[in-house]
């Protein structure tokens, strides 16, 4: 049974955790993103959840990693800095592979920066989000609909692969309202969890969350079978939206709300007799890096809109192997790309034909 | 009839501590009080980062390693999660008192109902003996070569009595184990600490000057002689907080 709603992001985001079965919300306020921790504020006392105000984003992150090591499902959202603060719990939570669902939307930076949207954390989500080899599963929602259903797939796709899995939306997805619909229960699949931390009952050996590994042959040996996991979710985990690639000449590549953007950008360029497509990475990691190679047989030149200074069109250039030229569209700090501003450089584009 | 044996809370597994290190006794003392209550199998310790980051391995109960001060914040996930588990963390003075401190601060204010045993020897000893934030008044240390200079170092910390300004602890107390009356004596306020939190009674710290004979450059004796000669009288033993003293002494 489902029904449809009228909601904001980030309380699409919340109501989808606990209809995920999770039970534990640990926070710290940060704008944009407090609805988060509002809604878990008043639904989690009545179904005999946990809503917990962190006194830090570094003690909301640990308090998961509690959580998660005792194998029940919980959640933390922040936004850029608080981050920026969680990224040393999403180092250990990946080294001690606890599954757990991390919410970041964005705003600009660098450093306070503003709390305007942007996707300026690409990079930190995607290549950087503490010290060591390690990833994170990094859905991007561009609706208010994804932003439920992306969470509960991180909340299953964390479990299921025995990892910390990020929402990285942005403040306007998280402000925004519009209908979405929401199942009763989505909370689709139970996962065994024999290595959590729940007591003994004198019944078997301890069990040890741990990540301090000093000889080296053995998290030389430990990482190596962590990335032969990741192998795993790359091949099994990518997700993406094609919008328009058929016949198209130029590709552009855009996630969350920059691809909605790009959306109507497009819409209007066809009207203009431009041939122009999007491919939108809906797990930026793993990146959907086998269609945009596709696509690069068969396009003049790609264009990336995002909302930062240039970070995924590094990815596009690797997936691309830079057959064809790569362009930048971007606003940065807070403003948007508008579609008259992504239109220009499609046209502008789409005069250089395939050159640089 | 047995007269000594090693505790089934603690695993097999030989301790890496330095001769003459306490760490080993209050081990010890910790595992005693799971054995006593009978709650090693629903036990969880979250063991800290400094000297007994490898506690993981020692006690017998589940365990999980925490990151540098954030043991406090580990184990309120693991408590609000398995409230019907007994939680404990096991930190020395520069995870607890130093880079740990709001954890600890806000874990005490919010009552969290776990047990924290500190060990505070006045040095951070894994890293090889650099100033504490317990380190005393000119306590000579690597990173102190002259003696801590309150001056420019700033003042050791009391643990104990900065909390017993909140509301939220229910019992806080510090404790030595210079001498087999001191150890005694700790033995009962740390299975005291873990009682508390079988019968819900909240936030229990034990605070347990220890020694530390490598780093203070001393032998196991006179790193004992030292403890009591010097960081007894800067850190008074005794109850700091009791919420429930006259209930406990009206039974």
């Known amino acids: ?320 192997e830079c057959k064809k030229p790569v362009h930048l569209c971007s606003r940065v700090g807070g403003m948007i790309t508008s579609p008259d501003y992504v239109l220009k450089k499609i046209l502008e584009v789409n005069e250089m034909g395939g050159a640089v | 009839m047995v007269v000594f044996e090693k505790p089934h809370g603690l695993t097999d597994v030989p301790l890496h501590y330095c001769p003459g290190c306490t760490h080993g006794i209050i081990h010890r003392l910790v595992a005693e009080a799971m054995d006593e209550l009978g709650i090693e199998g629903r036990t969880v310790g979250v063991a800290s980062v400094g000297c007994s980051v490898m506690s993981y391995d020692y006690f017998n109960c589940d365990m999980v390693q925490a990151a540098h001060g954030r043991a406090p914040a580990v184990a309120t996930g693991l408590k609000r999660a398995l409230p019907d588990n007994i939680v404990f963390t096991y930190q020395g003075d520069g995870d607890l008192a130093a880079i740990g401190t709001a954890e600890t601060v806000h874990s005490a204010a919010r009552g969290e109902n776990i047990t924290i045993i500190f060990v505070n020897n006045a040095i951070y000893g894994m890293t090889g003996g650099q100033m504490a934030p317990t380190s005393l008044p000119g306590q000579v240390t690597q990173t102190s070569p002259y003696g801590r200079d309150v001056k420019t170092a700033g003042y050791p910390v009391r643990v104990c009595e900065l909390l017993s300004s909140l509301d939220g602890p229910a019992y806080l107390e510090r404790v030595s184990v210079d001498s087999p009356k001191a150890v005694k004596n700790a033995k009962r306020a740390i299975l005291k600490a873990f009682r508390n939190q079988v019968e819900g009674k909240g936030f229990s710290l034990v605070e347990v000057l220890s020694t530390c004979p490598t780093n203070w450059g001393m032998t196991p004796v006179e790193a004992l002689e030292w403890c009591r000669e010097n960081m007894v009288p800067y850190y008074p033993l005794g109850v700091y907080k009791d919420k429930y003293a006259d209930e406990e002494a009206a039974k």
């Open chain 1, 1 to 320: 049974m489902s029904e449809k709603v009228l909601m904001k992001g980030n309380e699409a985001i919340a109501e989808a955790a606990i209809r995920s079965g999770c039970r534990f919300y640990l926070g710290y306020p940060i704008t944009p993103q407090t609805e988060v921790a509002a809604y878990m504020a008043k639904r989690m006392p009545k179904i005999g959840g946990t809503f917990l105000q962190a006194e830090s984003e570094l003690s909301a992150i640990n308090m998961v990693y509690g959580v998660a090591s005792a194998g029940k499902r919980c959640m933390t959202s922040s936004s850029s800095p608080g981050i920026s603060l969680k990224c040393e719990g999403l180092s250990y939570l990946a080294a001690c592979d606890l599954p757990s669902v991390i919410v970041n939307v964005q705003r600009g930076g660098p450093g306070l920066g503003g709390i305007q949207p942007s996707q300026s954390d690409y990079f930190q989500a995607t290549k950087g989000s503490g010290h060591g080899d390690f990833r994170m599963i990094v859905l991007a929602p561009s609706s208010v609909q994804e932003m439920a259903d992306l969470t509960s797939l991180a909340f299953d796709l964390a479990d299921k692969h025995r990892m910390p899995a990020m929402i990285l939306a942005d403040g306007t997805i998280g402000q925004m309202m519009e209908p979405v619909e929401l199942a009763e229960d989505m909370h689709a699949t139970q996962y065994e969890k024999p290595w959590a931390c729940t007591g003994t009952k004198l019944e078997r050996g301890h069990n040890i969350i741990n990540s301090l590994i000093l000889k080296p042959e053995i998290l030389e040996r430990l990482n190596i079978e962590r990335y032969e996991k990741y192998k795993i979710v790359e091949s099994e985990e990518v997700r993406y939206e094609e919008y328009m690639m058929d016949d198209a000449e130029i590709c552009i590549v855009a996630f969350g709300i920059a691809s909605r953007v790009a959306k109507s950008a497009i819409m209007e360029a066809r009207k203009q007799g431009v041939k122009v497509g999007l491919i939108r990475p809906i797990t930026l990691w793993p990146f959907p890096a086998e269609p945009i190679r596709a696509a690069a047989d068969k396009v003049k030149a790609f264009i990336s809109v995002e909302l930062s200074m240039g970070q995924l069109i590094y990815d596009v250039r690797l997936a691309s």
